[in-house]
């Protein structure tokens, strides 16, 4: 040891002493008379780099004194001369004996001040990046092969060094390294953790300037303690500051539950809608709540990920999110960690808001502290909104990494991916009526109007429609329901043209006729179709077959059963609306008149008649008038009489006469049309006659002899020719008898001659007071010629027929209808009356149960088919009518027929 200050102060003051003693030369000095010694004061000061150093116990000639807390031991008064001074300490000192003396002579009051060394205290000092380390959750097991894994950031690393107060007394042990307690970890020598770290550490590293740096990956969750301890280093200059250095840590595991809507649950969930009143169902559905979010798996979280819809209008769902930790795994210096759940994309975005609707957004920039969620068992509640859709599926990764201050600890980055999950955001850009007009066939769709004709096929095949859906996104997979949601106004007069009677009832309608978007009318949730390559879906929907309903078709995923709730018009279920086609659909029917009329008649408007149609939500189409010429009209038998023959008062002009027995020449020129699949062919005339019959007998005629040709009215209207054969005469039967009178008192005729009606007899004249008259001139047989005779008629029987304003002929399903200049009304009240036959208009009573409806309440059936009692007075109302009256207006379908109408099944002719 190099000599200390107080040892040069001992060397100075003996170099001093001697020269005092060394006597002068050139003269021997005499002998000093002997002295007494002295005695001085010594005190020994202990110091070790400048500072006093108590506790020391300094010894001086076998006599040892403590340093006071200036360091010094005050060894009172000592003798002059020559003194040794050591210093010793006690074991678990920090300084190193003096156990080579330092040698003073004292000779005056004298402070030695003695320079002790340190030992060489060595200390562990430990220190982490993070106290918590990460556990990988393997997560990115369940991605693809071909895909970039999403990675755990689950090392943490430790700096630990040692600190030495004196290396001139080096350290020459190791260090052992230990993860003690429940947690579990791999400890490598490099951050890549490919070289495995043995736990020793070795003495090069214990004695560098450099810390050694160590790498412990998470294995087993759970608390654990880090523990440093060097060995003994057996030396007495070498001393342990601790016995070993320990630091609480944890493998902890971070958790991001996400959670789904509960299909499952929620496909077996029944809700009857046909009930009354509809409210019912309505309450039902309001009062209805859905299953809490059932949670996914770590597979699926993955492979499938989790469905949004982008947000719009507050109607689409959120995930929920689950922030989950083990209180138990934390120690408690990580208590101002923070954890954040972030999303990272290529294309799309979510946002976190604190509550399932509405609510607060979350800045996702903002962490959460665990002392934070230990407060709250642990969770924290997020929600998941898809704010913008993604490009493609599971475009967006949501994920938990872990931070922490700068003001502690080593340097330090996020510990990113804690646990994962994946989010798809889809958009339904479009929903819409997909249909194509058939080749050559009639287009069902008028996308001007808006109107779907359900009749050009047999019900219910005609009103099935195709509603086509499409993502923003081509992604495929995607859940997509398809609802047809009814206007508010079904059922009343804006979309029927009356309001369902109130002595129908909605639960006891068939559901035959309703319209179908359920696999059952019970089923909460609609029909699905997933989303094919190209991010399409489409289904087969049912219309109604209630003419006039109107109905938007609308789309929503399966993450957003609420919107099943939706109602058009209801205060609380029409706030969340699907995403619905921009174009309504309204239930109608149309069909198609050819009017065939022949040259000598003028074309004749049907305005009238289609307006009433309308009124029904039905489309009477008007073709081109088929025209017949003269050669077309020139037919057996006849169709052409004069006026005089087919009219009351009528003249002398041709007139155009369709008869059960000649029509059929004239609808045979009508050709079927693919694209018109119900033509119906209406043939026009002037005068139309059928049910050619021998009339009823007209006897006990008595005619004078003089007063022919006499008028008389038969039960049938006669015309020649027949109209059933123009061969045939006109008279079927008939005989007289001539009676003179007689010259005997006793009776006043006396017969005097009897014979048979002859054809030629029988006449009709233009000035007949009706259709139903002839005339009988004098029978040409008789061969009397007296004057002052009269004629007794018996047995006249002609060959008539009945007159008709029109009829529908369904073996043929054809219609005619008699225009009559003076009576227009007539000819459209017969068009339309006639048309509601061959539709079935006028409902029987078997086939309002099959629609479960009551039954009309005014209908009978009086061997000329259905017909329609309402009437006011004595006057009929409805078009539906047995027969008419003079002066008759256009009739509609009464109100009390109109929604029986509705109902018909138009796709077919009766």
Known sequence: MPPGKGEMGVTMLCRRIANALTPKKGKTPPTPPPKKPKNYTLKVQVQCGGKNIAGAQVKVAGATVGSNGSGISDFGKKPEGGYDITVSFASDSDYVDLTTPVHINLSADHLEQVVVQTKNVVTTKIETEYNAIVLDRKQSDYQESTESKIVTDDVVAVQISFSHTNKSYPYSKTAKVEAVGAGAVDMFSDEACKKAFDGTIKKPDINSDTPFKLYLKAKTVGKFK??????????????????NEEQEMGVCEIKLRIYKQDIDTIKSKKIDQDVDPISTYHDALKNYELPKQKQMNNSDKIKKGRLLHEQKDNSHARARVILKIDASQWPDDCKDYELFV?????????????????????????????????SKKGEKEFWAEGSAATNKINDIVLAVKMSRADSAGLAHKEKKNADWARFTVVKIEEVKLKYTAPSGGANAWDDAEKKFYINFKADPDGREITIHAKLSQKIT??????????????????TWGVD????????????????????????????????????????????PRISGEKFVPSCYIGEDPQLAKYIDGHADLSKKKPVQSTTPIRVWRRFWIQPIRPHIMSAISLADSVGKYRATNAEMKVEADLVLNASDINVTPKAVY??????????????????????????????????????????????????????NSVSNLEVLIGAFPQEVQMSLCAMTPCIDDNSKNLLVSGTWKLYRPSTSRSSGWREIESGTLLPADVTILQTRTNMKCIHINRPSNIVSTDTNTKVVFRSIKINGASSFLGGYFGGSKTLLSVHNPSEPNDFHNTIVHELGHAFGQVIRPADSANLGVPDHPIQEDRGSGNHCNHRTGSHFDCVMYYSGMAGDPVLPWCDTCRPYVLLADMSKLD
């Open 342 to 374: 972030t999303p990272t994309n290529t294309s799309g975005s979510l946002e976190l808001f604190d509550k399932d609707w509405e609510g607060t957004k979350w800045d996702t920039t903002k962490g959460v502290k665990i002392s934070e969620l230990k």
């Open 226 to 243: 880090l523990t440093v301890t060097p060995e003994d280093p057996a030396d007495p200059k070498v001393k342990l500051k601790k016995a």
């Open 500 to 543: 369902m009677p109130d002595t129908w009832k909605w639960k006891d309608m068939k559901a035959a006729i309703k319209h179908k978007d359920k696999t059952n009318r019970d089923d909460f949730l609609h029909l699905m179709k997933e989303t094919n390559a190209d991010g399409e879906a489409e289904v087969k929907l049912l219309l």
């Open 477 to 494: 997979g995607v859940p997509v329901y398809f609802m047809l949601a009814s206007d508010k106004d079904n059922r009343k007069a804006a």
């Open 642 to 695: 004069p006026e005089y023959m087919v009219k009351d008062g009528g003249g002398m002009t041709n007139r155009f006469v369709a008869t059960d027995y000649n029509m059929n020449q004239f609808y045979s020129k009508v050709s079927a049309s693919a694209d018109k699949p119900l033509k119906v062919p209406m043939l026009l005339c002037e005068a139309n006659f059928g049910d050619a019959a021998v009339s």
